[in-house]
């Protein structure tokens, strides 16, 4: 901003300079011969000379009717030469009009250009020089010398001013032109900038998509290659154990159980395998994934587990629906270790900004606070893994209990839609 706000200031000023050099100047010059002239009661020609003055002032709105420009061609031309004949005319009735003639340099050197700068010169130099002489009616034949002489001297000094007026004048362009340049170049390289930075920007993010879409794959290829293919070995093992058992027992009950837990676990090893994958979910897939682990759960540990839907269910972002399911997992599993409880109750609450998971429970409970200060007495991804995954998404974790009065745990996070950012 500050690039274009000095040029802008300097043309001002610059401008604000001609109007006094254009509109001031020449009345004020006019004005000062007018009033010598007429202290001059002694002229013959005041009458006259008052009437050509009446004709220069309006003549001088030429300028300000051209609007000041250079370019008006001939037609600042022929308002130049008839400046010059006017002044002439005015000298050669009153030579105290020398005083205002001296504008035909001001105007020679702002309104013609080229050659005819010099023409306007020549013109200006002759007749500033009768005034010099005091007057057409003081040169006689003798002194035309004289008067020659003194043009001459006259147009040699003008000229050399104007030579370096007009150098000075070019080289100012030239700078003037140059800045400009300078200017648009800072312009293009500002913009050139911004939208090198606005690249960067989207190629850092392409760069971190592409790292999280990486690690995806890498996890569910290995999740894939080790833990679901040791829990179908296991699986085999089992059946291959309980063909070898001999009737109903307490141990073939065992082994029956092992092989539905190893075979849940398969199902757990698969779901993750599709979750860490960079695809969204099918349509209301975290409810029935949900509903899934808490009849398995409730099969598993004879306690009854009901999930209820409130709102409307719909597609969200994977990472949504994994923490969601993960934080069911774990909640139920915490519920088996810990809470010696009859009854669960899971609610999952869609609504327009949030999703929630909200784990109820009738068992022992425990006291919070405590927890907090022993640390997670169930492993290290119990508790505290259930918030750092909810927290990751912006989301809040709440956990109200008390001893004898059962576990509720609500997990909130944004209901991002599948497919959106995050």
């Known amino acids: 901003m500050s690039n274009e706000v000095a040029p802008r200031a300097g043309r001002e000023r610059a ?3 001609e109007t006094v050099v254009i509109v001031v100047l020449p009345y004020l010059l006019l004005a000062s011969s007018t009033a010598i002239t007429v202290l001059h009661t002694g002229s013959v020609h005041l009458s006259a000379a008052l009437g ?3 004709v220069a002032a309006v003549w001088l709105l030429w300028p300000r009717l051209l609007n000041r420009s250079r370019s008006a061609g001939p037609v600042i031309g022929v308002y130049y030469a008839g400046l010059m004949v006017l002044c002439a005319c005015l000298v050669a009735l009153a030579p105290w009009y020398g005083i205002f003639a001296f504008i035909g340099y001001v105007h020679a050197f702002l309104f013609l250009t080229g050659p005819w700068r010099y023409v306007g010169v020549v013109a200006t130099s002759l007749i500033m ?3 010099y002489l005091g007057g057409l009616s003081r040169i006689t034949p003798d002194d035309l010398g004289v008067w020659v002489a003194i043009s ?6 003008a000229g050399t001013f104007f030579y370096f007026a007009d150098t000075t004048e070019q080289h100012g362009h030239r700078q003037a032109r140059a800045l ?3 200017h648009d170049a800072n312009a293009r390289l500002e913009a050139a900038l911004d939208e090198n930075a606005a690249l960067h920007a989207r190629l850092v993010t392409q760069a971190r998509e592409a790292g999280v879409l990486d690690e995806r794959q890498r996890m569910a290829r290995e999740i894939h290659d080790t833990l679901a293919q040791s829990l179908a070995g296991i699986v085999t093992q089992l059946q291959a154990a309980e063909q070898t058992m001999d009737g109903p027992s307490a141990s073939r009950r065992r082994v029956a159980k092992a092989m539905d837990l190893a075979r849940g676990g398969m ?3 698969r779901r993750t395998v599709h979750a860490v994958e960079p695809q969204v979910l099918a349509d209301s897939r975290l409810p029935d994934a949900i509903g899934d682990v808490a009849r398995g759960w409730s099969e598993t540990n004879d306690i009854r587990a009901v999930l209820t839907v409130t709102g409307d269910p719909r597609p969200l972002h994977t990472d949504v629906e994994v923490t969601l399911l993960r934080a069911a997992q774990e909640a139920l599993a915490n519920v088996a270790k810990h809470a010696d409880a009859a009854r669960v109750g899971l609610t999952l609450s869609y609504m327009e900004d949030l999703v929630t998971l909200d784990v109820r429970d009738d068992g022992v409970g425990f006291d919070p606070r405590a927890a ?3 640390g997670a007495a169930n492993g290290g991804f119990g508790l505290a893994g ?4 909810v927290q990751r998404l912006s989301g809040r974790l709440d956990i109200e209990s008390e001893p004898g009065a059962g576990t509720a745990i609500s997990a909130s996070v944004p209901a991002i839609p599948a497919g959106g950012g995050q």
């Open 372 to 374: 907090r200060v022993n």
């Open 386 to 389: 259930m918030r750092q995954r």
């Open 152 to 157: 001459v001297v006259s147009i040699v000094l």
């Open 129 to 131: 020089t009768v005034t």
């Open 267 to 269: 199902i757990d090893a």
């Open 52 to 54: 050509l003055t009446f």
């Open 180 to 182: 400009a340049d300078l």
């Open 15 to 17: 401008e604000r300079r």
